[in-house]
């Protein structure tokens, strides 16, 4: 009998998936456990932050082998919320992010080379306002673990700068307002 528990415990264990397998995981917008935001500077006076409320993605990891990351995201660009309406009606608009025209925007990672074991830096192609450029940043591995509903969870930060002529953005809002900080804070379930 005591054979056959041995047994089966260890075959239990054998097939039960690793805490740190490669994995599919599905980015958590329905818990709100994801941000898309962004940090730009008001005329070189003030920062103006704001966020993408609608957006979706997934994203493969596996702590063992890093390297064979990736990460899929497509943001609603009419989703932009700077807390202010009128705001965020000019951003919609076409000095900006043209949301008639280019209503999504996408990454898909080409790339991720890990610099330690929780930090590396991500490759990938990012689409906005219809132009489409490689771009790298570093990102940082938050922590992955069983959560409380019986799932696994793994949590990922990454914060990149672009410049908004690079994507078809030319509206003069100041010497200081070139660039637009973007932060990713992204969970996500495995499937």
Do not use: C
């Not at 690079?166 to 660039?179: R, V, W």
């Amino acid at each position: 009998m005591k054979k056959l528990l041995l047994a089966t415990g260890l075959s239990a264990a054998l097939l039960m998936p690793s805490l740190s397998q490669a994995a599919t995981y599905e980015i958590d917008t329905q818990g709100a456990h994801a941000f898309i935001q962004f940090k730009i500077q008001h005329l070189g006076y003030s920062w103006l932050l704001g966020r993408f409320n609608t957006f979706e993605g997934q994203f493969e990891w596996d702590a063992k082998a890093p390297e064979k990351s990736s990460i899929q995201v497509t943001i609603d660009t009419a989703s932009v919320d700077s807390n202010h309406a009128e705001r965020d009606k000019h951003l919609r608009g076409s000095d900006f992010l043209n949301v008639g025209k280019h209503p999504k925007s996408t990454f898909k990672s080409t790339g991720y080379k890990a610099t330690s074991a929780n930090e590396g830096v991500l490759s990938g192609d990012f689409t906005l306002n219809g132009v489409t450029k490689a771009i790298s940043f570093p990102v940082k591995v938050v922590g992955e673990g069983k959560d409380p509903w019986g799932g696994y969870r793994a949590g990922f930060e990454g914060k990149t700068t672009l410049k908004l002529a690079d994507y078809g953005i030319n509206y003069n809002l100041g010497p200081a307002s070139t660039e637009v900080e973007i932060e990713l804070h992204v969970e996500g379930i495995r499937k």
